[in-house]
């Protein structure tokens, strides 16, 4: 007998592997956090292409006025912008939304967010947001992993990485598209990167099978399959033992959830138990895949201790091209997520959830106020200010952090970078950011490199 044989028969007690005794070793399993926290899951909505914050949330009556104006050549000095540059003197465009004010705080919103606007007084508004790249499949990289460079965790990989998972029976870290396109950039979006593969984002769809070929083929009988996952089990075991590779230790996983998906992940999806109330309240009237559908599925999924929920909608890329301008399709696309993300919020909160889930809605960069005019009008990309929201797991409620100039271009008051967001999002996890950590190439990275600050004013 080989060691590599002795050590698996200690391993195993000398007698074969059972399911519970790989639960035991499963690599999602609950962690305890740095410290005491104050939310156990997140649900982020990611806006894919970038909301324009002036015309949804950030309410600015001197751009109005000065519609159509050159803006000041001192915002825009040595700025670089994805379709054009500081020697372009475009104008400003004022929204052409109407706004008005909601809840005790006074939040600014325009009529394409009504349902959003009822929800005031439960969330925190971040109109500070900056970042550092301007073209989409970058911009949503440094979003969700801290870095534009391909390779890097995303923050759901992070958080499962740092805490595990409650679900036994779905994966850590889930992600729901919906749209008239996946958003650029892909699957790096909600990759592991250097962390074990078991902590990357698993894609499900909201109907039919939730993961294609999912399902046994016609004549496979269960036992037979389950006979075949045991043996490839015992030799994953052995080959783990023999070198200590942690994808050995994914890959045992990976064939233990998908074994168990056959049965939870239907179970999923099928939203018939859900009452006409709660239906209509998301407003879903039918079985097509939608945003609607997918705030439905990630509330299912969060009550089934999924640790990290990500909702990806297109397209918000609004310059003012075919099927892009701020007119028709902007209303087009806030009306796919207004009604949906607000009931999400409502129904979390209805079921004792919204204390203990990170809601996150916002996109990889804002809009600017300066028009820009294709077929039609829109905006160009913008870095230096944008909004996000955020409700529950211990943010504050109907407030509001962060202000910007009166046209919108630059944070002027308590500036909350991508970093220091990721910062409070692991806080709030009760995650150390600087303490999560992963050694690769011989440097210890993190998800938020070596920058953060953790932005206390929104923490309730």
Known sequence: MGLGSIALAGLLGGQKASAEGLKLKNPLAPKAPHFAAKAKNVIFMFMAGGPS??????????????????????????????????SHRTNLLGTRREFKQYGKSGMWFSDLMPHTAQIADNITMVKSCATNLFNHAPAKLFMNTGSG?????????????????ESNDLPGFVVLQSGPRGPRGGSVNWASGFLPSTYQGVPLRGQGEPILNLNSPLGIAPDRQRRTIDAVRDLNLKRLVETGDDEIATRISAYEMAYRMQTSGPELIDISSESKATLDMYGIDSDKPSFARNCLLARRLVERGVRFVQLYHTNWDS?????????EDFERVTHDVDQGGAALVKDLQARGLLDDTLVIWGGEFGRTPMGEVREKTGRNHHIDAFTMWFAGGGVKQGYVLGETDELGFNAVQDKAHVHDLHATILHLLGLEHTNLTFRFQGRDFRLTDVEGEILHKMIA
């Open 53 to 86: 914050q002036l015309d949804l949330f950030d309410y600015k009556p001197k751009l109005v006025d000065l519609n159509g104006q050159p803006i000041p050549q001192s915002f825009i000095e040595g700025k670089r912008f994805a379709f054009m540059d500081s």
């Open 149 to 165: 460079i391909f390779g890097r965790p995303s923050m759901g990989s992070w958080v499962t990485y740092g805490i595990g998972s």
């Open 319 to 327: 310059h003012g091209g075919p099927n892009e301008n701020l007119q």
